[in-house]
């Protein structure tokens, strides 16, 4: 028992192993809120040394990011509504087991309804790719088909947002995305039908249906998304008295510090509803791994990473990934999770079919991830990487940063690391192949690395244990505070391009992007200082060089 005490008073918030009295064989036990308590994983297993716990180094001063995350969760405590949620419950033994504590459901509402309020009334949008989700879903409830035929009047029909079968028109981007926006033009038809409004039709021709049929649903998937990966942070966290602070620190970071905020929820691309898909297929993974209703976890991690992979194709990769993984590690859920990805695969492969004569979508032909171009290469990664306007490293700095402190924190800690090389090695071919091997590694008319997006729920993940560490570290860590810096560094960014719409306009102005994409070298020219220049030399934010004052 005097080791057990010696380990305790070394390892403050690490695993350890000790064997439980109810079963035989080690079981993974962390310690609880005080640090000679030792409890499993399995709830109501604990052990009390009866020696004194050894004094642990108090850090002199909090970091700010441990102080805002304080302040956050005391204001969640601070709500009348408390009293009805499991947020503000006094902690017992399951609660003080990061794996057995319930979900802080009051404090991830707020999260959400936060950041969807953020995202709603941020002026800039970036329609885009996703413009054809809003007609799609108002045929889908007026007519019960994916064909846009009844609004070929639209000046934009017939562009690149559009494909054609059979002589009917159809928006080029996987359908499975228009889900999303579906409920939003079945409230327009409810409406008109009580004399509200002229329906979903009418507001598709409107000057203002994009900020109904594409901002409103691209601003509540992501911040599920985002709201998950908090999720999936209270669930890693290994420290109790860090628990909540490090999921409001990761919810928040996903949703303000990356491309969540400038560029998923600016309308209905289909970054935003993926990431949702496979947040759920991580927190699935992470159920499965611990062991938590296994069964069910199993069918969650498969039926979401089946429907992220059909929302965009590149998930292919994340989510063959997590397939290996389980037949490696977890193969009694490998079958469960298989059954569930084929049955969320059956219908969409059946309506593809009827649609388009064809089991894949338009957008998954082969013969566009081909088109890669003859400097995209390592010229490619590289821009990805480290160019001025769309280099990782000057948008999502905090991002990768704490993916990579934090997969190392796990290695040396031993924890989950199955899970987490399979993400990291997975997400490596993810990101070398939308470097290498699509039609344009800058992304097109986007804000910063577009691409680098659908990887945020992976860095989040993998961050989990940076994080963690940062809310309980002091000025004596500077790791934990060079983490802080870029977190607020990349709000900065993020915030101009949602906010500020000539950070929107750099596409065009002075010269287009997709032609001359020397510009994203430029430092001269850097996008991510783009909005704040024009704003200190005089501009209304939502004004631009590309003409008119107006909220898109």
């Not at 019960?144 to 639209?154: A, N, R, V, Y």
């Not at 969650?300 to 059909?310: E, K, N, Q, Y």
């Amino acid at each position: 028992m005097r080791a057990l005490v010696t380990s305790c008073a070394r390892l403050q918030s690490n695993s350890l192993e000790v064997p439980r009295a109810e079963a035989p064989g080690p079981h993974l036990c962390v310690l609880g809120k005080n640090p000679c308590r030792v409890l499993c994983t399995q709830c109501g297993c604990a052990v009390e040394p009866t020696a004194e716990p050894a004094a642990f180094p108090v850090p002199l001063t909090l970091s700010v990011a441990n102080f805002l995350a304080s302040a956050g969760a005391a204001l969640v405590e601070a709500s009348p509504l408390v009293g009805f949620s499991d947020v503000g419950a006094q902690s017992s033994e399951a609660d003080s087991d990061p794996y057995c504590a319930p979900a802080p459901r009051l404090l991830l509402a707020l999260i959400f309804v936060l950041l969807a309020a953020i995202y709603h009334l941020s002026p800039v949008a970036l329609y885009g790719d996703g413009r054809g989700a809003g007609p799609t879903a108002a045929s889908i409830v007026l007519e019960g088909d994916l064909d846009i035929d009844e609004f070929s009047d639209l000046v934009w029909i017939g562009g690149y947002q559009t494909t054609y079968v059979d002589g009917h028109a159809y928006d080029l981007y996987p359908w499975t995305r228009t889900i999303f926006a579906v409920p939003v033009a079945a409230a327009l038809s409810l409406l008109e039908e009580f004399g509200v409004g002229d329906g979903p039709a009418a507001a598709v021709r409107s000057d203002t249906w994009e900020p109904i049929l594409l901002l409103v649903p691209g601003a509540l998937t992501t911040a599920g998304a985002a709201t998950l990966a908090g999720l999936l942070a209270w669930r890693q966290a290994h420290d109790p008295d860090r628990r909540r602070r490090t999921a409001i620190l990761v919810a928040l970071g996903a949703g303000l510090a990356t491309g969540y905020w400038s560029t998923a929820s600016r309308g209905m691309w289909q970054h935003g509803p993926a990431c949702l898909w496979f947040s759920a297929a991580l927190l699935g993974a992470w159920g499965v791994e611990r062991g938590r209703r296994r069964s069910l976890s199993a069918v969650l991690l498969g039926a979401s990473a089946s429907a992220a992979a059909f929302t965009r194709p590149p998930f292919l990769f994340l989510g063959a990934g997590l397939a290996l993984w389980l037949l490696l590690a977890h193969r009694d859920a490998f079958l469960a999770a298989a059954a569930a990805a084929v049955a969320v695969a059956t219908p969409i492969l059946v309506v593809n079919v009827a649609t388009y004569g064809t089991l894949m979508m338009p957008y998954y032909d082969a013969a566009r991830a081909s088109k890669a171009r003859p400097d995209s290469l390592l010229y490619g990664i590289a821009g990805t990487l480290v160019s001025p306007s769309r280099g990782g490293m000057f948008f999502m700095p905090a991002a990768l940063m704490g993916a990579t402190w934090g997969f190392v924190i796990a290695v040396r800690q031993r924890r989950e690391l199955g899970l987490r090389a399979t993400l990291g090695v997975s997400g490596l071919v993810f990101f070398f192949f939308m470097a290498t091997n699509t039609e344009g590694w800058w992304a097109g008319h986007s804000y910063g690395p577009r691409f680098l997006v659908d990887l945020v729920p992976v860095m989040m993940f993998l961050g989990v244990p940076a994080f963690e560490k940062a809310v309980g570290g002091g000025i004596r860590q500077p790791a934990a505070m060079a983490l802080l810096i870029l977190a607020v560094w990349s709000i900065f960014v993020h915030s101009q391009g949602a906010v500020i719409r000539q950070s929107s306009c750099w596409n065009s102005v002075p010269s287009d992007i997709d032609v001359n994409r020397s510009r994203a070298w430029d430092p001269g020219q850097a996008q991510f200082l783009a909005g704040a220049r024009w704003v200190m030399s005089g501009h209304s934010p939502l004004s631009d060089a590309c003409g008119g004052i107006r909220r898109v």
